[in-house]
């Protein structure tokens, strides 16, 4: 068989991967709505508050569903991008998966931290020691922190706009699907801040709609859309 007989194989792997990729997305989002179930209590009932830092679903959500989920979500938003990059809106798909990347890697940065920094704190508040809630608004919640957690956010925010008018501009198929992306991830991460009930529920919904994506967006590619 001759190499321009001999089947694209290297083309037929990558298709395979990016389709088992898409599958990140909606266990990211599982992940998001299930580390928001429970919030944290407001810093200035510091006895809660570290109450609630030192228990093992804070250390889980942190780990599982804010940095595990961040790397969920970058394999996710490279394998949409894989599979629409060939169409008219790889630009956006481009633009939306790098935004995407480096969104995550600051969160991950974030939450990595206080996934180890706020236990410590709380135990020691809980053993007598004095002067932890001074600390850990210098720690914890320190100007760097914040504003690194902040820029993160906005970053995903403008990520998934992006990410989501591409995948709503490659047909009108997925025009909702796109439209769906963009905004629950806004509402997931706006909610944290404002409304935080709805959050877990956005994180579901996001799942949902990712799952759905995953299963359409590859048939639609393979169609010409």
């Known amino acids: 068989m001759s190499a321009s007989t001999r089947p694209d194989t290297t083309a037929t792997t990558g298709q395979r991967a990016a389709r088992a990729g898409l599958w990140a997305l909606p266990a990211y989002a599982v992940l998001l709505g299930l580390s928001t179930v429970t919030h944290q209590p407001p810093v200035e009932d510091f006895d809660a508050y570290a109450r609630y830092v030192t228990t093992g679903v804070f250390l889980l959500s942190h780990l599982g569903g804010s940095v595990l989920g961040a790397g969920l979500a970058v394999v996710g938003a490279a394998a949409v991008t894989a599979l629409l990059v060939p169409g008219r809106a790889a630009r956006a798909a481009i633009a939306g998966l790098v935004l995407t990347v480096l969104a995550n890697v600051f ?51 403008v ?17 909702w699907y796109g439209v769906g992306y963009a905004v629950l991830i806004a509402l997931f991460a706006l909610s944290g801040f404002f409304l935080q009930p709805v959050q877990p529920w956005s994180g579901f919904a996001l799942a949902a709609v990712t799952a759905a994506l995953a299963l359409r967006l590859p048939r639609i590619i393979a169609t010409g859309g």
């Open 159 to 175: 990520a998934a706009a992006l990410l989501g008018s591409a995948i709503a501009r490659t047909s009108r198929r997925l025009r």
């Open 107 to 157: 969160l991950a940065a974030a939450f990595g931290s206080a996934a180890f920094v706020q236990p410590g704190l709380g135990r020691a508040h809980l053993d007598g020691v004095a002067g932890m809630p001074a600390l850990n608004d210098d720690t914890a919640y320190g100007p760097a922190l914040v504003a690194t957690a902040l820029s993160a956010t906005f970053l995903l925010i």
